[in-house]
């Protein structure tokens, strides 16, 4: 084979083979860039609202106590 249709056919051998790895990566990319403005487009999921919080309980009653004997102190040791 001439030199010269060999040497054509290695140029556009390589050149075919980095142009359709070129075009896998855009076309990975585009896919995903695309994904990415699908779920920025798409509307959020409303928040299921919380639930009140339960009342509080009533108060429970103090318990009495014994009430302390009075002491008579005369103020002197």
Known sequence: ?????????????????????????Y?????V???TLQQLQTPPVPQQPVAETPPAPAPTPKKRGRKAPETTDAGSF
Do not use: G, W
């Not at 040497?7 to 075009?23: G, W």
């Open 1 to 25: 084979m001439d030199p010269e249709i060999s040497a054509l056919m290695s140029v556009y051998q390589k050149r075919l083979n980095d142009m359709t790895a070129q075009a896998i990566a």
């Open 27 to 31: 076309e990975a990319r585009i896919a």
């Open 33 to 35: 860039l695309t994904a």
